[in-house]
Nanobody
Framework: QVQLVESGGGLVQVGGSLRLSCAASGRSFSSYAMGMGWFRQAPGKEREFAANINWSGSTRYYADSVKGRFTISRDNAKNTVYLQMNSLKPEDTAVYYC??????????????????WGQGTPVTVSS
């Protein structure tokens, strides 16, 4: 089993920045060299992919809506994945979820490709 706990969400003004963290625990996390992703769900909308990163950090993939503004990274020594969000817009308002997967399929943008999920952290961008 893998447990994921997100943190770092909050209220920020348009154009501001936030860094989300996702702390992973459980023996399976490192045993399976899991890829990690960030998804988000705005009120009244479906959950959508934002970014992902493979185990080594050598491959990253972003949704067009966040490309150039968000950066995903990971520190495997700390079992933590980050999402640095810059130039935030009101449409970035959502609950952000961290997810882990054992699969290696590319690009890994579908939520059903992920095996474990965190509880989410809310981000509100005010204008």
């Amino acid at each position: 089993q893998v447990q994921l706990v997100e943190s770092g969400g909050g209220l920020v003004q348009v154009g501001g920045s936030l860094r989300l963290s996702c702390a992973a625990s459980g023996r399976s996390f490192s045993s399976y060299a899991m890829g990690m992703g960030w998804f988000r769900q705005a009120p009244g909308k479906e959950r959508e992919f934002a970014a992902n990163i493979n185990w080594s950090g050598s491959t990253r993939y972003y949704a067009d809506s966040v490309k150039g503004r968000f950066t995903i990274s990971r520190d495997n020594a700390k079992n933590t994945v980050y999402l640095q969000m810059n130039s935030l817009k009101p449409e970035d308002t959502a609950v952000y979820y961290c997810a882990a997967r054992q699969g290696r399929g590319f690009p890994g943008t579908e939520f059903n490709e992920y095996d474990y999920w965190g509880q989410g952290t809310p981000v509100t961008v005010s204008s």
